[in-house]
């Protein structure tokens, strides 16, 4: 058991280095990650404030903004957008796949019927 573990571990390392390279990705920095730390531990002492934010995002979601958002994005963040949605879709079918131990259909017990 404890050597798949390791070997798989160092492919999902080896695998996230090179996402991590290709997408040009960097670490945060120490300050980043103190703010929003601070900002996390002030939400959880402070739970009427997350809700008083989450009312107001929500308010400000409106149909419109988002349709202005994305009528102002450029094709690269299109893009992207576009992979991510592709990525989900995939994982959610595969998922599903799993899930039912087939490719197409449920599974059921009951008798089928002559068509």
Do not use: C, W
Request: proline share 6%.
């Amino acid at each position: 058991l404890i050597p798949p573990t390791i070997y798989y571990s160092k492919v999902g390392l080896e695998l996230g280095k090179i996402v991590f390279e290709s997408q040009k990705m960097s670490p945060p920095s120490v300050p980043a990650v103190q703010s929003y730390l601070q900002q996390a531990t002030r939400a959880l002492r402070h739970p009427s404030s997350l809700f008083n934010t989450a009312a107001k995002t929500t308010s400000e979601a409106t149909p419109q903004n988002i349709l202005s958002q994305v009528r102002n994005m450029d094709s690269k963040q299109l893009a992207g957008a576009g992979i991510v949605l592709a990525e989900v879709i995939g994982f959610f079918s595969v998922g599903e796949m799993l899930g039912r131990l087939k490719i197409v259909g449920y599974r059921s017990s009951a008798a089928h019927a002559e068509h």
